[in-house]
């Protein structure tokens, strides 16, 4: 298992927490040797009640495109909010952190 750990010192993700926590960012299978689909953290972190990041899939060749064009127009200048707030709108669909 991969964590980011954020600390209440730092912070961030949104938040200056008071505590420091984990947030999962991948898992291993070390005997399939690979490493989880997004899909499947996403279905480990709930299974087993672990923080994830929020999750934007883009499924269609449209969608991807668009966040190619995302990246290039907001990369080094965009801010937190105004990037998560494009990034709902442009993706297939969202799955929000814990």
Known sequence: LAFECVTAVLGHHGDLPKRDFLILTAVADRAGA??????????FAH???LPHNDIW???KPESA?????????TRETGC???TILKLDI?????????
């Open 65 to 73: 495109v668009g966040l190619f064009h995302l990246y290039d127009t």
């Open 34 to 43: 690979r490493f989880y689909t997004t899909s499947a953290v996403l279905e």
């Open 47 to 49: 299974k087993f009640r």
């Open 80 to 82: 937190a909010t105004d």
């Open 57 to 59: 899939v883009y499924s």
């Open 90 to 98: 442009s993706s297939d669909f969202k799955v929000s952190s814990m």
